[in-house]
């Protein structure tokens, strides 16, 4: 069964730093597109982050740029999220999703593959 197992959310303070980790099982992240979205209490699921086989990434959110990165390894197929300077506004359920092939889109719909989800809450 091909899935993606997320882990790594916390209630972190403001200012903190988090990593997010998401891993897949059943296929191999290396033909997969990987994207990282955000949904906010009462908002809808954006795209924040994407990256490809290749490891080339990209920001959709300015939120957070300067700020989140991604990266990927393959021989763990695993794909991190890194959190840095985590303000209020970054609280919310993250996920990770896959989508065959080489690039990204914002878009959630066009992703097949879903983890659980994780918390990640900001809070003094």
């Known amino acids: 069964q091909s899935q993606l197992v997320q882990s790594g959310g916390a209630v972190v303070q403001p200012g903190g730093s988090l990593t997010l980790s998401c891993a897949a099982s059943?296929?191999?992240?290396?033909?997969?597109?990987i994207g990282w979205f955000r949904q906010a209490p009462g908002k809808e699921r954006e795209g924040i982050l994407c990256?490809?086989?290749?490891?080339?990434?990209?920001d959709y959110a300015v939120s957070v740029k300067g700020r989140f990165t991604v990266s990927r390894d393959s021989a763990k197929e695993t794909v991190y999220l890194q959190m840095n300077n985590l303000k209020f506004d970054d609280t919310g359920e993250y996920y990770c999703?896959?989508?065959?092939?080489?690039?990204?889109?914002?878009?959630?719909?066009?992703?097949?593959?879903w983890g659980q989800g994780t918390q990640v809450t900001v809070s003094s």
């Open positions: 999703a896959a989508r065959r092939g080489t690039e990204c889109r914002q878009s959630p719909y066009l992703y097949g593959y």
């Open positions: 990256i490809k086989p290749d490891g080339d990434s990209t």
């Open positions: 059943g296929f191999t992240i290396d033909y997969y597109t």
